[in-house]
C-alpha cells in the first residue's frame, strides 16, 4: 500500500498536515522529534563507552607484584 505514494502523494500530506496543525505546531513538533533524535545518540555513545571501559579494566594486567619485578 505505502509503495504506490510517491513524491505527489508525500507533498499532499504534508500540506495536509500543515493545513491541519499549523506551522508553529509542526515546527515545535520537529524541534521535539531532533531533541530525542540527539538524546538517542548521546545514550548510545554513553553506552558504547561505558562497555569500553568495563572491558578494559577486565583486560587490564593482572600480574602479580612479584612477578613485575623480575621482568
Given at each position: 500500500?505505502?509503495?504506490?505514494?510517491?513524491?505527489?502523494?508525500?507533498?499532499?500530506?504534508?500540506?495536509v498536515?500543515?493545513?491541519?496543525?499549523?506551522?508553529?505546531k509542526?515546527?515545535?513538533?520537529?524541534?521535539?522529534?531532533?531533541?530525542?533524535?540527539?538524546?538517542?545518540?548521546?545514550?548510545?555513545k554513553?553506552?558504547s563507552?561505558?562497555?569500553?571501559?568495563?572491558?578494559?579494566?577486565?583486560?587490564?594486567?593482572?600480574?602479580?607484584?612479584?612477578?613485575?619485578?623480575?621482568?
Amino acid at each position: 500500500m505505502l509503495n504506490n505514494i510517491g513524491i505527489p502523494g508525500l507533498l499532499l500530506i504534508a500540506v495536509v498536515v500543515l493545513v491541519l496543525f499549523g506551522r508553529g505546531k509542526v515546527s515545535s513538533l520537529m524541534g521535539e522529534v531532533g531533541k530525542g533524535i540527539t538524546a538517542f545518540k548521546k545514550g548510545v555513545k554513553d553506552g558504547s563507552e561505558e562497555i569500553e571501559k568495563s572491558t578494559a579494566d577486565a583486560a587490564r594486567d593482572v600480574t602479580p607484584e612479584a612477578e613485575k619485578d623480575k621482568a
